[in-house]
């Protein structure tokens, strides 16, 4: 059974720093291409970061500088640390694996509010 476990979502002010983290299980990680996508209210999801088995990244153009994704493979974890957060980056975010399917966590809620 497949699982992404994300944590690290909360509510921060304008400017602040948060880290997400995104524990797999049930899939080769090594050779998942692990991503991070986020839903703001009456909005579509979009993707807002991806790394490779290897290790390239991908970034949206609005959080580019800005938020930095990571993965250890020996634990099976990809990070999102996000830096200089607005109040635009509020958001469900959502941890996305793809192997030979496509996977997903059930959300954690980022809070961009003074």
């Known amino acids: 059974q497949v699982q992404l476990v994300e944590s690290g979502g909360g509510l921060v002010q304008p400017g602040g720093s948060l880290r997400l983290s995104c524990a797999a299980s049930g899939i080769s990680f090594s050779i998942a291409r692990m991503g991070w996508y986020r839903q703001a209210p009456g909005k579509q999801r979009e993707l807002v970061a991806s790394?490779?088995?290897?290790?390239?990244?991908n970034y949206a153009d609005s959080v580019k500088g800005r938020f930095t994704i990571s993965r250890d493979n020996a634990k099976s974890t990809v990070y999102l640390q996000m830096n200089n957060l607005k109040p635009e980056d509020t958001a469900v975010y959502y941890c996305?694996?793809?192997?030979?399917?496509?996977?997903w966590g059930q959300g954690t809620q980022v809070t961009v509010s003074s």
């Open positions: 790394i490779t088995s290897g290790g390239s990244t």
């Open positions: 996305h694996a793809r192997t030979y399917s496509d996977y």
